[in-house]
């Protein structure tokens, strides 16, 4: 029976965190307190804490989770760029990383040098690194550049070059954190489709997304981490929608900080149509927004806006009450209102979301992307690409042939 290519084994990574105890101080002990010794405080913070799963030779595996919850620590540890606190490591291949933008390059060297470089990091030889150099090149797209040095590369042009030596190297395992967002839409493409090339050739991968679509595609199945440790190992559909039912205040807002206002969003809320299942938003399916605004007085011709922006910051849809002339006249005190969509016309992603509420002429209250709206995947809308370069609306329609 084949031994699994990577055991991970009750992991665990420690920081300690400082606080320097800042009293208020006059002049005087403001200039004599630098020649004493601050006062400090610490405490312990695990950002992994025993986690512990194997993976198979050629399993593509997702790790979802919200930030801070362990993600890029874990996937650090793996690839062998900071120690754990305890547990161990066996791993039975070759390891590439693409982490972060730069990571194993030299910005002094020039990108044909810094090809050498990381593939030699990677533990490749120079004659495997030769066979492969041209295809690298190729796809990065950086001939022009390629005896530039690394430092006059913009951020996008680094992403091509490292992913390009991680992915052409043929690494037995391939790990790769949500650096991917970082690329032009083309490069998205063609990196989503080396991946999935990866996986067919039984390579194996793991993926570290926010992009669930993505995860969905190239993941048969995936791990949720919950505050550093593992919630979930299960096929990629029950795990996603594990993370979106137990993450329910991903579209819940905390506005309690404007509570100085005459008039301040008090609650806003999204759920799906499905009232047995209202905490899962799907593409072409009905969903409702529900906004709780606190007035201090008795408020007419009132404007309410939502904007749905996607990763890139870029407005996809407004929903607006003076596109149809509608004006809410709000009592003191809570005022519900609920803002319903038949069909969600936005592609499986994560889209950030915006709410105005104010007159035609004055702003009582914004947010400025707060809430995160997760839609999940669907089956209908399986063969949809992760990946932005088809747009982010979609519409319900069919084919014929005459």
Request: proline letters at 3%; aromatic letters at 8%.
């Amino acid at each position: 029976m084949m031994k699994p290519i990577l055991e991970i084994k009750n992991i665990s990574k420690k920081f300690r965190i400082r606080h320097n105890v800042q009293p208020y101080l006059s002049l005087r002990d403001s200039v004599t307190s630098f020649f004493r010794r601050e006062r400090s405080t610490s405490e312990e913070f695990y950002a992994l804490n025993g986690v512990s799963f194997n993976v198979e030779a050629g399993q593509s595996i997702g790790i979802i989770g919200k930030n801070g919850a362990g993600k890029s620590t874990l996937l650090k540890i793996l690839s062998k760029i900071t120690p754990p606190s305890s547990g161990r490591i066996i791993s039975r291949g070759r390891i590439a990383s693409l982490l972060e933008v730069g990571t194993g390059f030299h910005p002094e060297l020039s990108g044909r040098e810094n090809i050498y470089l990381n593939g030699s990091i990677l533990g490749m030889k120079r004659k495997e690194i030769q066979a492969k150099f041209d295809e690298i090149v190729d796809f990065s797209g950086t001939e022009k550049f390629l005896d530039t040095p690394l430092k006059h590369y913009s951020s996008g042009m680094q992403l091509r070059l490292a992913f390009s030596v991680a992915a052409f190297l043929e690494p037995e395992i391939l790990i790769i954190d949500e650096v991917l967002a970082v690329g032009d839409m083309d490069f998205q493409q063609k990196c989503i489709g080396k991946m999935e090339d990866a996986a067919e050739s039984g390579k194996t991968i793991l993926f570290v997304s926010h992009n669930l679509a993505a995860v969905q595609s190239l993941c048969a199945k995936a791990i949720l981490i919950h505050e550093g440790t593992v919630k979930q190992f299960d096929e990629t559909s029950k795990v996603i929608s594990t993370y979106v039912t137990h993450n329910k205040t991903i579209n819940k807002i905390d506005l309690s900080r404007r509570k100085n206002k005459r008039m301040y969003i008090e609650d806003f809320k999204i759920q799906g149509g499905n009232s047995n299942d209202p905490t899962h938003i799907y593409p072409g399916r009905e969903c409702s927004f529900l906004i709780d605004i606190h007035s201090e007085t008795e408020t007419a011709n009132v404007h309410v806006g939502i904007g749905i922006n996607d990763r890139n910051n870029v407005r996809l849809i407004t929903l607006y009450t003076g596109f149809f002339s509608t004006k809410f006249k709000l009592k003191k005190g809570l005022n519900k209102l609920i803002c319903r969509v038949d069909s969600l016309s936005l592609k499986p992603d994560t889209y950030s979301v915006q709410i105005y509420v104010g007159s035609e002429f004055e702003s009582y209250d914004t947010s400025h992307d707060e809430v995160s709206m997760v839609v999940t995947p669907i089956d209908f809308y399986y063969k949809i690409l992760p990946d932005s370069s088809q747009g982010s609306i979609i519409t319900k329609h069919s084919w014929e042939q005459n």
